[in-house]
């Protein structure tokens, strides 16, 4: 009996000594999982850092160097320039150190400015703004509404518009940014903007409107005030944050929310890649610094980058940052740069 009671003591005393011993296990585990747990979070945080570029901070702390295999001192950033082409036919080149004067349209080069005409307009005269690849254009319309147009873009406008009667420009293709002057200050006369199908009614607002030549779809940006597209099939009122994209084979509207900074960061001379696929990026690149840009590597088109990016920089500071996180090598020959 009392050999029983001291087996049974002993193995009760052993138990617990293994269930302490199993519990000492399980706590050192828990923190060692819970250090593995916190190590992995801040590298994952480390990639996320270094991943999200603000280029222009990264300049004023610490200057890129470029890989001098890559860079060639023949591309450069765009320009302030445009081609305007008068009402008879005339081309009259815009660029820095050029000026033009006639009636109510002046030029320093760098921008081009209409006045109001004093006297009353019976008859509409047009002009058109080319912007080529590689430029960029600031235009002051005659009822004071600002424009700024981007790489490879050209709008047509009348040089006055007729007092009272709707205030309508067409955005051949590219893309433009719009500060529109109210209609309650023009005998509340909308402003228009036509663009391949698609009809834009506009009270007084603030937008942009995406509509190059190379894409199936145009993109509208509301930034403040309101705006009404309108096509064949159907309309939509746009609310600030806002962006809707027309399908010019359709005229379908596919209507959503987005960062409207992302979206027109590039008339503050800056690019805002916020998880843009490569094979978009590439476009916009190509169109400020006018290159070729082939993809040898298919898979790279739907990379994502996520970054911002000085429009002033040289190319090949741009394409070595974006090595560094998103490309894998590329090659420049001449005017092209290859994505491998």
Known sequence: MT??????????????????KERSIFRDRSKMAKSLKYAAVAAMAAVV??????????????????????????????????????EDGTSVVLEKGSSFQKQNINSNGERVVYEPLEKDVNETEYNILNVPRGGQFYLKLSDGTEVWLNSETQLKYPVAFLEGETRKVELVYGEAYFNVTPSTAHQGAKFEVLNNGQ??????????????????????????????????NVKKVLVPNQQSSVNIFNNEIYVEHVD????????????SFKGKSLKDIMKVLSRWYDVDIVFENNDMEEVRFRGTLDKGQAIGEILSIMKSNTINNYEIKGGTIIIK
């Not at 050999?3 to 302490?20: M, P, Q, T, V």
């Open 199 to 232: 009809q834009l009614e506009v009270l007084g607002t603030k937008f942009n409107i995406k509509a190059y030549k190379d894409e199936s779809n145009i993109y509208t940006t509301l930034v403040e005030g309101s705006v009404q597209i309108n096509t064949s």
């Open 260 to 271: 409207v900074e992302n979206e027109i960061s590039w008339i503050k001379g800056i690019f």
């Open 3 to 20: 050999n029983g009671i001291y087996d049974e003591e002993r193995a009760k005393a052993s138990i617990l000594r293994r269930i302490k």
């Open 49 to 86: 850092l270094t991943t999200t570029l603000f280029f222009k901070d990264v300049l004023t702390t610490t200057p890129l160097k470029s890989d001098p295999v890559h860079v060639n001192s023949n591309i450069k950033p765009g320009t302030d320039r445009a081609t305007l082409i008068l």
